[in-house]
């Protein structure tokens, strides 16, 4: 098949689920073409079978905003005729769905055929769509889809709650690539690497986000420093965002700033999540919780919160830990005798890789995404 894809190409967890998904189409042989204004972040530019193509968007004065949306219609057109692309793809419900809406107009009007599947990933639901002035398009854009999926069950019952649609919508669980993320089997290589953020007595907690208020990367500062007081730890924070500054401020004043690493935007987390014993991820909200997962693949288990669709990934006590948001104290708590007890933390550990492994390898997830492509052409 030669599939588009259209997502944010920024940091976001939609934006790394459609290019991973991306990647792992076009590994099985298919054609994949990206259509966004810029290269998401996790591509190369030299991936077999996978093309990018730009939208330009006009900054004519007359515009105090660039019509993004009508770009995107555009030039989903203009790719989907030049190379006959037989399905488009769309990551995030806003404005991807309708833009894809218009090209799939635009080019009924000539004779050709262009369905769309729209993904809903969670915010596009939960906060940016339940605004009055997005609302009734994104419920418009999601009945006219050809096909809509969502990440997690969580999400396809808000969607239908909120917004009333009566078109089904598919649970297509977020994935890992479970070769790419995995632990580091060589102990010295992994002991080397780990050394250059914790010694060998200290335990290595991370976090990794795009450090918006919803990810509270003060709660993970503040658990952290509960830990450090406890034990000789450190902290690895991985991602940037508009929280990032708090974060470091806190660190100052809780006088940790030695111990957290600030470590910006990583293009391979998958070679740094391996290095810690445990993940942080105190959310307010994930409508699934991508980072745990890759975490979890990677042998580290995740202490997260009781909320949106992180329960269908993490089971309590068994291959990670839930608290109630804001619940600092008993995440650290929890920490805290994890740490402590290293045959429950290796039980855990194992756990955590073989829920990655048994229920969200891409070798499991990716084939009911060409199964649902499949079915969609098939349809009339």
Same mark, same amino acid.
């Given at each position: ?14 934006? +790394? ?30 991936? &077999? ?56 107009? #635009? ?41 809509? &999926? ?15 649609? &009566? ?15 995995q632990p580091i089997r060589d102990e010295e ?29 003060? =709660?993970? +500062? ?8 406890? #034990? ?17 401020w806190l660190a100052h004043t809780l006088n940790?700033?030695?111990r957290v690493h600030f470590v910006g935007k990583? =293009? ?8 810690? =014993? ?49 619940? +600092? ?11 402590? =007890? ?27 995404? +060409? ?10």
């Amino acid at each position: 098949m030669r599939i588009g894809i259209t997502c944010y190409p920024t940091y976001g967890g939609s934006g +790394v689920v459609a290019t991973e998904l991306g990647i792992e189409l076009a590994a099985l042989g298919h054609e994949v073409h990206f259509i966004s204004y810029s290269q998401p972040f996790r591509l190369t530019g030299r991936e &077999t079978g996978i093309f990018y193509h730009e939208v330009p968007v006009s900054n004519y004065p007359l515009f105090e905003f660039p019509p993004y949306d009508l770009a995107l219609a555009s030039r989903m057109a203009e790719v989907a005729e030049y190379y006959h692309l037989d399905i488009l793809h769309v990551h995030y419900a806003i404005p991807h769905s309708v833009s894809a809406l218009l090209a799939r107009q #635009m080019l009924a009007e000539r004779g050709k055929r262009l369905p769309f599947v729209t993904t809903l990933h969670g915010t596009d639901i939960t906060l940016v769509g339940m605004d009055h002035s997005y609302l009734p398009i994104t419920r418009y854009g999601i009945q006219q889809s050809d096909g809509v &999926t969502s990440i997690s069950n969580y999400l396809r019952e808000v969607t239908i709650a909120n917004f009333g649609t &009566t078109r089904p919508i598919e649970v297509v669980h977020n994935f890992v690539n479970c070769d790419v993320y995995q632990p580091i089997r060589d102990e010295e290589h992994r002991a080397a690497a780990r050394a250059k953020f914790a010694r060998p007595d200290e335990a290595l907690l991370v976090h990794l986000s795009n450090f918006r208020p919803v990810k509270r990367v003060a =709660d993970v +500062v503040r658990a952290f420093s509960l830990v450090a007081d406890a #034990m000789p730890a450190q902290l690895l924070m991985i991602g940037d965002g508009p929280d990032r500054s708090t974060a470091e401020w806190l660190a100052h004043t809780l006088n940790i700033h030695d111990r957290v690493h600030f470590v910006g935007k990583q =293009d391979r987390v998958n070679e740094l999540l391996p290095l810690g =014993d445990l993940m942080l991820m105190p959310s307010e909200m994930e409508s699934f919780g991508l980072a745990a997962l890759e975490s979890m693949a990677c042998q580290v288990p995740a202490i997260g919160t009781w909320v949106g669709g992180v329960p269908e990934l993490i089971d309590d006590g068994e291959n990670g830990l839930l608290y109630k948001v804001g619940d +600092v104290d008993g995440m650290a708590a929890g920490a805290i005798a994890l740490l402590q =007890d290293r045959t429950r933390l290796e039980a855990m550990r194992r756990a955590a890789r073989k829920t990655a492994q048994d229920r969200f390898c891409a070798t499991r997830i990716v084939p009911r995404y +060409v199964e649902y492509y499949e079915r969609l052409l098939a349809a009339k």
